[in-house]
């Protein structure tokens, strides 16, 4: 069956950095965009960033351009989210996101696939 494992969430302070990773099993690996977003307390799940089968330009949200990358290493069949500026906004639970197909949506009712989420704090 198909698995996504985030990891790499943590409490952090204001202007520090973190890297989630998000591993995957059980699809093809390759033929998968890929996503990663957030839901912070009381609020709807949010697109972070995402990055298409292929590769190619990356997708922000305004919120995190400049100071979030994604990327995909279709060899170890897993994206990374590299965050850095983070800011007592950017708490929520980060989930990975997995979309058979060859665009790159916002919408989380257009993926097909979700991991567990990893939980991200930042403290001011």
């Known amino acids: 069956q198909v698995q996504l494992v985030e990891s790499g969430g943590g409490l952090v302070q204001t202007g520090d950095s973190l890297r989630l990773s998000c591993a995957a099993s059980?699809?093809?690996?390759?033929?998968?965009?890929m996503g990663w977003f957030r839901q912070a307390p009381g609020k709807e799940r949010r697109f972070v960033a995402g990055v298409m089968w292929f590769g190619g330009i990356p997708k922000y949200d305004d919120s995190v351009r400049g100071r979030f990358t994604i990327s995909r290493d279709n060899a170890k069949n897993t994206i990374y989210l590299q965050m850095n500026s983070l800011q007592p906004e950017d708490t929520a639970v980060y989930y990975c996101a997995a979309r058979n197909g060859g665009s790159m949506p916002t919408s989380p009712a257009e993926y097909h696939y979700w991991g567990q989420g990893t939980q991200v704090t930042v403290s001011s």
């Open positions: 059980g699809l093809t690996f390759t033929i998968y965009s």
